[in-house]
């Protein structure tokens, strides 16, 4: 079945930044027919309407409202004929201990038949993989940008199932080659700690931008972790939006070279910069909201990333994508946003 207007697939496209995603997908290609397929485990239609609106916009697509595990892959890309495939769809939560659920919905048999649908029909996959790929690689101690070379020891199951996603996508790639074959057209993203409009509905999952802005607007002070050195690669959702589109040749390239890529701003904040960025856009002093330091629990501990900062220089040969917003200046701005929307 054809629209007669390009068609694109976007799994977990009512999630926080499939969402986004969606929005200014339809708007960077006009006439764009978007469909949408998520299980609503965490993902709501109010995402995507919201997320729509901001870009004056309504969405004009379609939703299937079903996991991933059920979409039988060569029928649908047949039905659709889509110009590229955007998959966002996963277990989010990295504090899920349940490893079989985790790696079955990520990495599990669905994976491998998608790329293998998508290459038999030469369609271009771009593909959500995490920094929690890396676990602590060496570069943590030395406070250094991550190279993609640097990851396979996640220190947690979610990021062993993207690291799994990871694998699939490379054996095909050596297969293909192997084969005499060109190098399917498949771009894996290690997302780092993205941050903005439409992730409300994360709970403990949403960034530290929207929990500190959130506690103080509630009246609070800001709470971290003892001491808040704690740092992260902190990455806007309209860069990650930038590059996800840029793996699909929707970027200044359009030909981006296949492969993965790190996804980042390319600098480390530290979570008390964040709560300092927060309390400026809010309009707030430090000393009149000061940050109150906690004790990190024993069971995120074990886990936990102290450090990620993500090495973006392959990202930019590769995909011709630079990230421009910086984190400082877009928590500030995503701060005050957000101040906005409650009043």
């Known amino acids: 079945m054809t629209t007669g207007s390009p068609t694109y697939i976007v799994t977990g496209g009512c999630g926080f930044i499939g969402a986004n ?26 995402s995507l309407v919201n997320a729509c609106e901001r870009h004056s916009d309504t969405f ?20 659709y004929e889509p110009e590229a495939v955007f998959h966002l769809g996963a277990i989010t ?15 599990g048999e669905t994976w491998p038949a ?13 593909y959500a993989s995490s920094a929690a790929t890396y676990g602590t690689p060496q570069e943590t101690h030395a406070k250094k940008p991550f190279p993609e070379s640097s990851a396979g020891k996640p220190n947690n199951v979610y990021g062993f199932s993207k690291w799994l996603m990871e694998q699939a996508h ?3 790639t050596r297969e293909c080659e192997s084969a005499g ?18 992730e409300s509905h994360k709970g403990k999952m949403a960034s530290m931008a929207l929990q500190l802005t959130s506690q103080i607007l509630d ?62 856009g809010l309009g707030i002093a430090d000393e009149e909201r000061p940050t109150e330091f906690i004790p990190m629990p024993a069971n995120i501990r074990r886990f936990y ?13 590769g995909l011709g994508f630079k990230p421009s917003h910086d984190p400082a200046e877009a928590v500030s701005t995503y701060a005050r946003w957000l101040a906005d929307q409650r009043d």
């Open 21 to 46: 995603l969606v929005a200014e997908l339809q708007t960077r290609v006009p006439g764009a027919h978007v469909i949408v397929i998520d299980s609503m485990r965490t993902g709501s239609f109010e």
């Open 60 to 79: 004009r697509g379609e939703v299937l409202g079903q996991s991933i595990r059920d979409v039988f892959w060569p029928e649908l890309l047949d039905r």
């Open 93 to 107: 939560d990295t504090t899920v201990e349940d490893e079989a659920e985790m790696i079955e919905e990520n990495a």
């Open 114 to 126: 998608m790329i293998e649908a998508c290459v038999e029909r030469d369609i271009p996959l771009v």
């Open 170 to 172: 490379s054996r095909v």
């Open 181 to 198: 074959l060109k190098k399917p057209w498949i771009v894996g993203l290690r997302y780092f700690n993205v941050f903005g409009p439409g």
């Open 219 to 280: 009246g609070g002070r800001p709470r971290l972790f003892e001491h808040g050195e704690q740092a992260r690669d902190q990455v806007s959702v309209h860069d990650i939006v930038g590059i996800t589109l840029a793996g699909a040749g929707l970027g200044d390239r359009k030909d981006p070279e296949p492969g993965v890529y790190n996804a980042g701003f390319g600098r480390s904040t530290s979570f008390e910069e964040v709560a300092s960025a927060v309390r400026q």
């Open 305 to 317: 990333q102290d450090f990620t900062c993500a090495d973006m220089s392959r990202a930019e040969a």
